[in-house]
C-alpha cells in the first residue's frame, strides 16, 4: 500500500525524511511514464521552494504534493478547463478558494492536471491533450475515468498526495474507483465553488481524491474550513442499505465479486446491511428526460463561446452541451421543482439508515482504444459513459455527499465500494469509510 500524507507528515516530523526528499521523489514521478498526459503544466521550481520551507512542515500537509484540475483558478495561470478554446484567455488574478486553502495548508502545487474538457465526461480523454493511462495496469493502456482524470492519475501514481478535482456527477469518485484510490465528495455547499469552471451551479462540487480515508477527512477539513466530528463507535452501531434498483444491475464480474465481498466483510465486522429497494432511483431518468441541469446550465455558459469557436471543442462535448439548447424556461423550473420533490422522497426512504452501499461503477476500466476520439467509437464512448455516471450521478441528484474507497484485490482491477447518504451527512459517511477501510483490508493498487 502506498504511503499515505499522515504516515509521510510523521516521518517528516520525526526526521526520519524531509519534505524536499518527497517533492524530489513526486517531481520524479510526474515526469516518469506512469503520469504521460496527467499533467497541462508543472510548477516544479515553487513546490520545490515550498517543500524546503521550514514552516510548511508545521502545517497539516507539511510541504507535500498537491495537484490541481485545469478547473481552478490559479493566480498567474490561465485556466483552460482541458480545452483549446480558452488557452488564450487571460490568466487569473487570484488563487479559488479551494486552491489558497490548501496552499494555507502547506500544500506545494505541483501542477495543473488534464481532465475531460470542460469536466464534461466519465472517461477521461480528451482529444486535445491526449488521455493520461491507468497506472493500475501496465500491460493494457485503461481509461482512468473523469473528469479528473489527471488528478487521479497523479495520486494513484505516487506523485500527488492530494488530487483536487471537481465532482458534478461522478467526476472524483469514478477515477477514484477506476485508479484504486480513496475520493470524496462532499456536500456541495460545503466547499466554495469560486474561481472554479462551472459545469452545473447546482450539481458541482469541490472536493478531492487521496491515498487514504483518514487523507480524505484532512483534505476535506481543509477545503470546507471545517472539524469534521469524528465518532468512536464501531460499525455494529450503523445500518446501512443496499441500494437494489438499478445500482446492481449489469455489473461485470470482477465489480460483481468485490462488491459481493466487501458487503460480507462489513458484515463480518458487524455492520448491520440489509437490502432495500429505493426505487425512487428508478425515476430520475424521467426527471432528467429534457438533459438534466448539466446541459442547460453548461450552454447558458458556454452559449457566448460556442457562438465563436464551436470548431474548437471537442465533439462528444460538444453535442452533451448542446442538449441544452432546446431546454425551455418551464422545463427547467420544473426540473428544480421536481428533484425537490425527489429528494424529499429519497430523504424518507432512508429514514434510519446511516448510509448506503454501492458500487461506485458498474466495470473496471475498460482499454482507452475502445473510447478514443473518433466519430466511430462514440456508440460505445456513450455506452461506457453512461455505466460509470449511473451510480454516483445519484448522490448529485440527492444533494448528498459520498465516498468511494476500493475494495478490490492485489491480483484484481481496481473496484470502488461506494458509501453515501443525503446531504450534510458528511462526518457520518466519513466515519464508516475509516472503520470499512480497515475491515475491507484492500490495498490501493498504484506504483509508488
Known sequence: MRTDLHATRERLLSGQDSASAQMAHSIEVA???????AFLATSFDAARAQAADQASLQRPLAGLAVSVKDLFDVAGQV???????????????????????????????????????FAFSGIGVNPHHGTPANP?????????????????VSVASGA??????????????????LTGIVGFKSTARLVPLEGALPLSSTLDTVCAMTRSVRDAILTHEILAARRVTRSPVPLASYRMAIATTQMLDGLD???????????????QAGAQVEEIPLAQIRDLGTIQATGGFSAAESYAWH?????????LYDPRVRARILRG???????????????????AGVDAALRGFDAVLSPTVALVAPPIAGVAPGAERDDEFFRVNALLLRNTSVVNMLDGCAISIPCHENDELPVGLM????PLHDDTILNIALQSEAALGCKNSGTA
Open 31 to 37: 515526469e516518469s511514464p506512469a503520469c504521460q498526459h
Open 303 to 311: 452559449r457566448p463561446l460556442l457562438e465563436r469557436a464551436a470548431a
Open 136 to 152: 493500475c495496469d501496465p500491460a493494457v493502456q485503461r481509461i482512468p475515468g473523469g473528469s479528473s482524470s489527471g488528478a487521479a
Open 253 to 267: 464480474a470482477t465489480v460483481a465479486v468485490a462488491f459481493a465481498r466487501a458487503v460480507a466483510r462489513l458484515r
Open 419 to 422: 458509501i453515501w447518504h443525503g
Open 325 to 343: 439548447a432546446t431546454m425551455k424556461a418551464y422545463e427547467y423550473i420544473d426540473l428544480i421543482n421536481t428533484r425537490r420533490a425527489w429528494i
Open 79 to 117: 485556466t483552460a478547463a482541458g480545452s483549446t478554446v480558452l488557452a488564450d484567455a487571460s490568466a487569473a488574478a487570484v488563487d479559488a478558494p479551494s486552491v489558497a486553502r490548501l496552499r494555507a495548508a502547506g500544500g506545494a502545487l505541483l501542477g495543473r492536471t488534464n481532465m475531460s474538457e
Open 160 to 177: 500527488a498526495f492530494v488530487g483536487l478535482g471537481s465532482d458534478t456527477g461522478g467526476s472524483i469518485r469514478i477515477p477514484a474507483a
